[in-house]
């Protein structure tokens, strides 16, 4: 009786190398492409969050105007309406994310880059826009103004 | 998965005849001699200008050039972005590595005499590479804007004022104004990442051509030989293979230095803080630094320095022009002078570095 031994060894030892191989190329490809995606991937960047901020004195803000404040890292629009109430909104238009303006002659804010129109309250009453813009709070202490996020 | 392959080469063949690559890739044979090890550092330092490109790519993504935010940026390149500390370390050794592989090749091509005709064009465009890569060197050791470099490069611009006639406006050009400051910065990195890689991207292409269009130069002793004594080897796949395999060895050897010896940052450049002790130039200008120092105040009626860098610069284009005044090897006979003068610049950079390490 004749053993034919070779041929599975041979083919074992084959298999046994391709994995080799193939698990150590493997192995080469992720330590240089795993350190390349890690750095490619941008830091996160601790912030101090904001909760409230001064929007300066009432006495320097013009009925009838708005303007744009620095709330952390976002814009705030500020609004004193012709009878003089105060209002505070996202100034980040809620369709593609321009910065909002007020427009005195509409009595509106409005988005320059669709033409998307809100109306005092932020309520989105033209345009592309597909909500309203995110309410802040105005509080005034004396003459100073503060506008901080609702809790 | 074989047949998709097979049909995309098919594809692509029938456009662009891919045959006619492959034939001409497999006549195409490397001289196999008792010298054949330095055929590879060309090779080797095309894969450090890869490693170059890549890395320098990589660290555009966070660096910001202006003197204001070059240090901080860098520093959060080392600190806060991940593996930041490995790219940029690999940057700055196989920029090292770089420079030293070049060496080694500059001068084995120039043993070998492999400058001569047919292969001058070969031999300057290397040469001019071979400038480039100082020039790489320089620029982009100012880039961290730390007080080493702030100094190297007060240093470097201020020899380059000493040449007669150009050097003036020379420095001042690269200086952009007066003084090393912001706008010298703006320069050296404009320089270093877009000027000098468009030039030497060129340079290298016509390098490349030549080197593919013209074959691997034959050493004189292996060119008498008989055609049936003569030992070759193809360039596809067997070359190709073991440069690979060499670029394996040399990608380890840049993760094994950058990991034990990460690059560092020292401290912000303040241009009105005095020039720490000890300050020096990069190793692969130290030979030149070095000589400076022997040089005596006055030689006649010019400055020592000045007479130093002209002789300087009068070697390098000699250096340069070497496939065009050395016509004994271009006829096929023995040089010997010009290899008692290869050895003579070896020797001197060698010693000449040394004792610029050790001051």
Redesign the interface.
Known sequence: MVFDLDKPVRKNRRDFLKYFLGAGLLGFLSSIFY??F????P?VQGEVEVTSVSAGKLSDFAKDSGKIIRFGKKPVILIRSANGELRALSAVCTHLGCTVQYRKDLELIWCACHNGKYDINGRNISGPPPRPLDPYTVIVKGDEIFISKIS | MKNFWKKLYDWVNERVQLDDLVKFMGKKYVPVHRHSIWYYFGGVSLFFFVIQVVTGI?LL?YYKGSSDLAFESVQ?IMA?????W??RSIHAWSANLFILSVFVHMFSVYFEKAYRKPREITWVTGMLMFFMCLGFGFSGYLLPWNTLSFFATKVGTDITGAVPVIGEPLKIFIRGGEDVNGATLSRLFGFHVALFPGIFTILLAVHLILIQRQGISEPMHFKEKNPSEKKTMPFFPNFILRDLLLWLLVLNLLAVLAVFFPADLGHKADPFSSAPAGIKPEWYFLFMFQSLKYFPSHIFFAEGETVGILLFGAAGILWLLVPFWDMKSSRGERNRFINYLGLFAVMFIIILTFLGWRS
């Open positions: 350190p390349l890690s750095y490619l991937k830091p | 990589l993504f959060f806060k972005v991940q593996f930041g490995l790219v």
